[in-house]
Each structure stands twice: as structure tokens, then as C-alpha cells.
């Protein structure tokens, strides 16, 4: 059960980094992808949908964490305190932007509302490596599992790498959602920015990949580091070949790969202790009963294919392509135009009745 539940809340962290990997991207490029009004809309609307639904992954990653391995939540919370609070901030400046963006009737509160988006984006996708890479390395821990180092320990030049690295993948991830999802200047723009981010992702994360191998050590979590090495090399590939679609799968599959790699690891271990390994939590000692996890796999089995298929099926309704002329608005000169060209299209194609002469008969 302690292995199930460990395995199962590394999927839900590597389904947090697919889905709002793209959603923290498309928030830092945006300044850069779009460069009036219009196009950064048209740049929103594309995760507008969504972002809210993928956030909930992030939620039920730290449930399921806390409900099956309490004693791993109680330390990383705890030790990670301030650095968790930083993160929760940008989160919530992030959702205040993207909501009341639309609902800003001046351009100045607009602009508030998009350097919300890019620093709320900023934060956790830095936040995040930086976490992953500490639970990688270890933190000081005493006898009973209490974090004793500071929050600048959490800042070292290891960790701040891991931050770079998730920080450039979901850039990466970004671009080439974006380049997928909108067509003109914005798509344009964030494929000349795919071709930037993607070589520079792959350098840190092969880095990255390197500098752990010296603290962690096994046969799974280095056939994962080859494979993320590869589909990074492969996303970048494709991405320069300008097949937007083939990117987007290679960024998707490397940000589900990195938790995954990072829970293999660290197996068995849940937050190791770099200043005494006796001191660690795994997956026997931080976890709950027997009975707990019972229950829980029980409420799992049965409600999460409903989730699952609710949250494929909001993507399937908000699947097509985010174009310029649905943003145009209805009373506006060019929405009139639209509206006169679709009448004009209707009107064509419409079957004609000859009117009557004065006998009655069609002419």
C-alpha cells in the first residue's frame, strides 16, 4: 500500500507539471508572445478554460500526501514553510490576474492584471524545482523528523539549478502549446521563442541530470534521466522543423517524466537526510495505517475515472484553435463586418422563392 500511494501521488505531481506546466508558460511569455491588447487575449484564452481545473492536481497531490503520509507532510511543510507561502502568494496573484483581467475597464488595470500573470507564473514554476531538487539532495532532519535548517539552506546553488530547470521547461512547455493553440504574430512568436527556450532547457536539465547522479544513485532513475534527456533533444527537433504538434508532445512527456524520475529517485525514501541517513522518512516510517490507505485506494478506484474523464472532456469541448476573429467584438466596425459577410453566406445558400404574379403563379 505505501509503495501504491507513493507511486500515486508521483502521477499526480507529473500530471500538475503537464497540465499547468503550459499554464505557468503561457503567463511568464506572455509580455513577450504579445505585444497590444488583443493578442495578449488571444494568448489567455487558450488556458482561459483550463487553468483553474489543472490547479486542482496541485491540490489533491498535497490531500493525498497528507492523508497517506503524514509525517513526510508534516516535515515538508513545515521546513518548507516560507518557501510554500511565497508559492501559494504567486498563485493567488496569479488567479486574481487571469480573473479579473476581462473585468478591467483601463488599460493601466489591465497591465496590473498581466504583471500579475507573469510574476504569479514566475514564482511557482521557480518555487517548484527548487523544492524537487532539495527533496532530491536531502535536508538536515533530526531524530524526530524535524527540518533544522533555515530557509537559505533551501537556496543552494543545486537547488537554485532545479529551479532553472523547471523554470525553462515550462517556458519550453509554453511556447510550444502556444504555437499549437493561436495561429498569426502570437503562434510566430512563440515558435521563434520555442527554438530558444528548448536548447537552453535541455542544457540545464542535462546538467541537472548529471549533478544528481552524484547524490542519488540507481538503475530506474537513470534509465528516466536518458529518456527525459532524449525527448527534450526530440521536442527541440521538432520544434526547429516547425511541427508544432510533435514539440508539444515532447515538452508534455518531458514534464511528466521529471516527477517521475524524481520519486524514482528518491525511493524508498520520502525526504532523505543529508546530515544523518538513520534520521530519513520513507515510505514505511512517514506513512499512515493499513486501514487508511485501504479506504482511500477504495475512494480512489472509484472517483477518480470520473474526474479523469470529466477533465478529458473539457478539453475535448475547448479543442480548437484560438484564432483573431473570436476575439473581435460584436459591436465593434470589424465584428459588423463579420456579422453582415455571414448573413450575406446564409443568405446565398439560402433556397429562393419567386413572388407570386397577380394569378397566384410563381414567376
Known amino acids: 500500500m505505501q509503495a501504491f500511494w507513493f507511486g500515486v501521488i508521483a502521477v499526480l505531481w507529473a500530471g500538475f507539471f503537464l497540465l499547468e506546466g503550459f499554464d505557468f508558460g503561457v503567463g511568464m511569455l506572455l ?90 507564473s514566475f514564482l511557482p514554476a521557480l518555487l517548484l524545482g527548487v523544492a524537487f531538487a532539495n527533496f532530491a539532495r536531502g535536508v538536515k532532519l533530526d531524530a524526530a ?121 528518491l525511493w524508498p525514501n520520502v525526504l532523505p537526510a543529508s546530515n544523518n541517513a538513520a534520521n530519513s522518512l520513507t515510505i514505511h516510517n512517514a506513512s499512515s495505517s493499513h486501514y487508511t490507505l485501504t479506504v482511500m485506494t477504495v475512494v480512489a478506484l472509484i472517483f477518480t475515472p470520473i474526474v479523469l474523464a470529466y477533465q478529458a472532456w473539457t478539453y475535448w469541448v475547448f479543442r480548437a484553435r484560438v484564432t483573431g476573429a473570436s476575439l473581435t467584438p460584436p459591436g465593434s466596425a470589424t465584428g459588423q463586418l463579420i456579422q453582415r459577410a455571414r448573413e450575406s453566406a446564409q443568405q446565398a445558400v439560402r433556397p429562393q422563392v419567386r413572388p407570386a404574379d397577380a394569378t397566384g403563379q410563381q414567376q
Open 145 to 265: 523528523h524535524v527540518m533544522t535548517g533555515s530557509f537559505f539552506d533551501l537556496l543552494s546553488p543545486y537547488a537554485l539549478l532545479g529551479g532553472l530547470v523547471t523554470l525553462s521547461l515550462f517556458l519550453f512547455h509554453g511556447s510550444t502549446f502556444l504555437a499549437l493553440r493561436t495561429d498569426g504574430e502570437v503562434a510566430a512568436h512563440a515558435q521563434r521563442l520555442g527554438r530558444l527556450l528548448g536548447p537552453a532547457a535541455t542544457v540545464l536539465g542535462a546538467i541537472f541530470l548529471v549533478w544528481t547522479a552524484t547524490h542519488r544513485h540507481g538503475a530506474v532513475s537513470l534509465i528516466l534521466a536518458v529518456l527525459l534527456a532524449a525527448v527534450l533533444i526530440g521536442a527541440v527537433g521538432y520544434q526547429r522543423a516547425g511541427r508544432s504538434g510533435a514539440a508539444f508532445v515532447g515538452t508534455a512527456v518531458a514534464t511528466v517524466l521529471v516527477p517521475i524520475w524524481a520519486f524514482a529517485a
Open 31 to 120: 509580455p513577450a508572445v504579445a505585444r497590444t491588447d488583443e493578442r495578449r487575449q488571444l494568448a489567455l484564452r487558450t488556458i482561459g478554460p483550463v487553468w483553474d481545473g489543472n490547479e486542482v492536481w496541485l491540490l489533491v497531490a498535497g490531500g493525498a500526501t497528507f492523508a497517506a503520509f503524514p509525517e513526510w507532510y508534516a516535515s515538508v511543510f513545515s521546513g518548507f514553510y516560507l518557501a510554500f507561502a511565497v508559492l501559494l502568494v504567486g498563485l493567488i496573484v496569479r488567479g486574481i490576474g487571469l480573473e479579473y483581467r476581462g473585468k478591467a475597464h483601463t488599460a493601466t488595470g489591465r497591465s496590473w492584471c498581466d504583471a500579475g500573470i507573469v510574476v504569479g
